[in-house]
Structures are given as C-alpha cells and as structure tokens.
T-cell receptor, first 113, second 119 residues
Framework: AQTVTQSQPEMSVQEAETVTLSCTYD???????LFWYKQPPSRQMILVIR??????QNATENRFSVNFQKAAKSFSLKISDSQLGDAAMYFC??????????FGKGTSLLVTP | GAVVSQHPSRVICKSGTSVKIECRSL??????MFWYRQFPKKSLMLMAT?????????EQGVEKDKFLINHASLTLSTLTVTSAHPEDSSFYIC???????????????FGPGTRLTVL
C-alpha cells in the first residue's frame, strides 16, 4: 500500500515570508498524481496544486509551487509571500489514476502578522 | 470547478438511531464517489468507494453493516450510519470524480462535510 508521510505536524511563518512544507511518499508505480490540499477551519477541502508524475516540470499556481523529486519520492510545497489567509491544515495526497486519495497526516500552518 | 454538496451539514442524534448523509454532484455525473472519515485534528481516512449501480468497496476495518452506502444514481450517493454510537461521532466527507476530466486533470471534488454527533 502506498504511504504518504508529512513529518512536520506544525509550521509557522511570518506574513510575507516563504515557507516550505515537506511530503514524502512510497510507491512502486511509475504513473500517479500528487496533490496538496488546504483545509481551513471550515473544513472544506481546497485543492492547492497538483502534479502528474510523468511531468518533470514542477507545478506552479500563483504563490504556490512544488519541488517534485520523483527519484527521491519527495513532493514539497512552497508558499511564497505568505498571507494570513494561508493559515490552515495542509494535506499532501497521492493518487493512482481512478482510485481514491491517500492522505498524509497533515501540517498545521500558522501565519503570524 | 465542479460542485459537490452534502446534506446535512451537521446532525446530532441519539445512540441507537440511524443517520443518512447525502452526497450529490450538482453539475456533473459521477460514476464514482468516495467516502472519508476525519477525526478532530486528524487526516482523512478512506472508508469506501461508491460505484453507481454496484456494491460499494469498503476499506479494511470498515464495517459494511454499520456504514451502508448506496449509489443509486449518477448524482447521488448516500451513507447511512446504522445504530449509531458515540464512537461513530466524526466528520464525514464525500468526494466525486468528474469523468469529464478523468485522465486529464484527474481532480476529485469534495463536499463540505457532515459533522455527526451521537449522544
């Protein structure tokens, strides 16, 4: 079974600064998808960014970017110019096409003024 | 993006009663929906995969007779917690895959969740 590991239960960043959230995963598959989801206090899951394993180029969505290292099975999320609204739980997730998401334990991000 | 709704958003029930939670895809037809359970400050754990017109596939450790899943149409899946007990209190989230994006964007769309409290 695939496992997703987030080793940082909590992280803190100052407003306007940059923070990186770590994620590693274990799989024997070559084709899969990786995601970062944000869960604010409302608990609605919000897709932040996705990466297809066969694409070498790191995905970017505005202030959010990933560092995808396929050989190392690492998928970190970088948040630039952090904003107060970025405070939330962040979940890294793995998916093989057509199957359910396998989530990490999450990282709680605190943004300080 | 596509929209998935859940009803009710929160429910409080007495121990021993059954509770039904609905998950609807509002602007697309979902052949597959997923049910997750989330305890406070914990991650989402997959309970079952719901396939339209067939029996749900349950994850190991999830009681099929306790958590009944019915996917009767392409836009509706229901989760019924039977004979609920306080330990069933949790946050239940459904998601649906939009087949129009499958293989291209491959995104799952999440409902807003249902908070179940069993007294």
């Amino acid at each position: 079974a695939q496992t997703v590991t987030q080793s940082q239960p909590e992280m803190s960043v100052q407003e306007a600064e940059t923070v990186t959230l770590s994620c590693t995963y274990d799989t024997s598959e070559s084709d899969y998808y990786l995601f970062w989801y944000k869960q604010p206090p409302s608990r609605q899951m919000i897709l932040v960014i996705r990466q297809e394993a066969y694409k070498q180029q790191n995905a970017t969505e505005n202030r959010f970017s990933v560092n995808f290292q396929k050989a190392a099975k690492s998928f970190s999320l970088k948040i630039s110019d952090s904003q107060l609204g970025d405070a939330a739980m962040y979940f890294c997730a793995y998916e093989e096409s057509g199957y359910a998401l396998n989530f990490g334990k999450g990282t709680s991000l605190l943004v300080t003024p | 993006g596509a929209v998935v709704s859940q009803h009710p958003s929160r429910v409080i029930c007495k121990s021993g009663t059954s509770v039904k939670i609905e998950c609807r895809s509002l602007d697309f037809q979902a052949t597959t929906m997923f049910w997750y359970r989330q305890f406070p400050k914990k991650s989402l754990m997959l309970m079952a995969t719901s396939n339209e017109g067939s029996k749900a596939t349950y994850e190991q450790g999830v009681e099929k007779d306790k958590f009944l899943i019915n996917h009767a149409s392409l836009t509706l899946s229901t989760l019924t917690v039977t004979s609920a007990h306080p330990e069933d209190s949790s946050f239940y989230i459904c998601s649906a895959r939009d087949p129009r994006t499958s293989g291209r964007d491959n995104e799952q769309f999440f409902g807003p969740g249902t908070r179940l409290t069993v007294l």
